[in-house]
């Protein structure tokens, strides 16, 4: 269950916002395609962690992630909620508990090494649809990242070479490592639909965060 937005506000450090859990929900389900929005179990974040905010009927779990102070929706498929999934939940424990960023990707990376990290055992898919992106520091200050709607696919340990990718163009790596992801951005024409369709959205969590667009 949800802390009181007071109690959340006191103890959760500033690059993981509790938001409002109508917020959060819509905001998770903004990183999937439409037809999947419905069936999709939500996670939300509280003063303690992640905890369910509803069930699923299919196959895909989406989160509102704060990992190393991004904040981004993120809906993975069956494969990611086993395998990557955890690494998020296990952060935000950590960052919540006063673990620094640094810290807590020298825990994941050990974690990966020591077997209680696995990468993907398939290929599979995760979507970052929404073209919300913030990076928030340790002191709050928000940053908001150019919109890249994309899917990613997981590709363990490959690198741009192996795929022919370039950062920017139509596909590329996101990072080398075991938790490695193929980005494929959208379309201009998707792109821009997805941008007009989540304009409200997105201003509701720049007024809840207190985001000031530098224009």
């Not at 950590?94 to 807590?104: C, K, P």
């Not at 649809?129 to 990242?145: C, F, K, M, N, T």
Request: glycine content about 10%.
């Amino acid at each position: 269950m949800l802390g009181s937005p007071a109690f959340a506000q006191q103890t959760a450090p500033a690059d993981q916002p509790v938001l409002p859990r109508d917020l959060e929900i819509e905001l998770a389900l903004n990183a999937a395609p439409k037809h999947l929005r419905e069936g999709a179990a939500v996670l939300v974040l509280d003063a303690g962690g992640y905890v369910k905010a509803r069930e699923g009927s299919n196959a895909f779990t989406c989160v509102v992630s704060r990992r190393g102070g991004d904040v981004f929706p993120v809906c993975w498929d069956a494969e990611g909620v086993k395998s990557l999934l955890p690494i998020e939940l296990d952060a935000a424990k950590a960052r919540l508990a006063g673990r620094t960023n640094a810290e807590i990707e020298q825990t994941v990376a050990a974690g990966f090494k020591a077997g209680r990290y696995r990468a993907p055992s398939r290929t599979g898919i995760a979507y970052m649809l929404s073209p919300l992106r913030y990076r928030i520091d340790e002191q709050g200050h928000a940053v908001r990242a150019n919109p890249n709607p994309h899917v990613m696919f997981y590709g363990p340990n490959l690198t741009d070479s192996d795929i022919g990718g370039a950062r920017g163009s139509v596909v590329f790596m996101n990072k080398v490592g075991p938790d490695g992801m193929i980005i494929v951005p959208v379309g201009v024409t998707e792109r821009a639909t997805i941008i007009e369709e989540s304009q409200s959205l997105v201003d509701r969590f720049e007024r809840h965060v207190g985001y000031t667009s530098a224009r």
